[in-house]
């Protein structure tokens, strides 16, 4: 299978899990904690190698035990680190904190040194070429995410973009028009659409006109119902895995990581639909981002 190249952010990930927040001035029990290797483009890189492909991330982590730790970690897991650079101080901290029925709150401490430069992409030209896919998470600097895949695209990569694009100024445009794949939670498909997609119509609607803009493939949430995937020959919505869900978080980059493998393999996309849903849906079953696919390769 053809590698991918991750770009995008590497944190430590500390999970509390709560009955219920305390009032200010007063303190609440921690039921369970988890320190994770985390951040949205180390979790997307963890799903792909459990997935069975070959990945290198590009990011950056601090100068600090956490960053030494963070590296070490994603090497367990059968990243490529070589384009990880480790710059500042402090590795980015990710707080999440989880009450019960999926009421998750974030406290990120994301240093700007943690973010993706263009520099570390242009350091990473050689691994982009030889990729099959470059995956780009959309929360580092635009222009950043502009020069990955714009390399990529010159050298006949598949881009695949995560999130959605900045609405201000010509940059975000452009991205999309770049992109082979575009996909969105419900909040950045709004963003990234200008309109609420609260049922199917609308949301294929949206992502018929997502696919005018360049992309091949779309991959739209519907809120709380599912997701929708969209091309120029095929559209169709693939309703929430039926599982508990007991944290959102990481469920997206489980998605994103297991539609990579199946177009990396060729599968047809009804079938690649299923297997990311499916990958979504575990996610979710479990406190925290890092994802648990080992099973399914
Ligand atoms: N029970 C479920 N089964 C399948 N997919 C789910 C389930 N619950 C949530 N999802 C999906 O998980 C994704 C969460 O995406 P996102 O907000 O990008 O998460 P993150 O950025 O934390 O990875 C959405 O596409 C949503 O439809
Ligand atoms: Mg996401």
């Not at 053809?2 to 500390?14: E, F, H, P």
């Not at 990880?84 to 707080?95: C, F, K, N, Q």
């Not at 508990?244 to 539609?259: C, K, S, W």
Request: glycine residues 10%; contains cysteine.
């Amino acid at each position: 299978m053809d590698s991918v190249v991750v770009l995008g952010q590497i944190a430590r990930d500390l999970v509390l899990t709560l009955d219920g927040l305390p009032e200010p001035g007063s303190g609440a029990p921690v039921t369970s904690r988890r320190e994770l290797l985390g951040g949205k483009g180390a979790n997307q890189a963890v799903a792909l190698a459990q997935l069975g492909a070959e990945v290198a991330l590009v990011g950056a982590v601090g100068a600090d035990e956490v960053g030494e730790d963070l590296l070490r970690q994603a090497i367990a897991d059968g990243i490529d680190v070589s384009a990880v650079v480790r710059r500042g101080e402090d590795s980015a901290l990710i707080v999440d904190v989880l009450e019960p029925d999926n009421r998750w709150r974030y406290l990120e401490h994301i240093p700007r040194e943690t973010l993706v430069a263009e520099e570390d992409v242009l350091a990473a030209e050689k691994l982009i070429y030889d990729a099959g896919t470059v995956l780009v998470q959309l929360q580092q600097p635009v222009a950043t995410c502009l020069t990955a895949a714009r390399l990529a695209r010159t050298a006949g990569v598949r881009v695949v973009l995560d999130g959605a694009p900045p609405t201000t100024g010509t940059h975000g445009a452009e991205l999309v028009e770049e992109a082979h794949v575009i996909r969105a939670d419900a909040r950045e498909a709004e963003q990234l659409t200008g309109s609420r997609l609260d049922d199917t119509d609308t949301a294929f609607a949206a992502a018929r006109e997502v696919l005018r803009r360049g992309p091949e493939l779309v991959v739209l949430e519907v809120s709380g119902q599912g997701n929708m995937f969209a091309t120029n020959e095929d559209e169709f919505f693939v309703p929430l895995a039926d599982a508990p869900v007991v944290d959102t978080t990481g469920a997206g980059d489980a998605l994103i990581a297991a539609l990579v493998v199946g177009l990396h393999r060729g599968d047809p996309l009804p079938e690649i639909a299923a297997a990311s849903v499916a990958a979504a849906g575990k996610t979710a079953g479990h406190p925290g981002g890092r994802p648990s696919l080992a099973s399914r390769r």
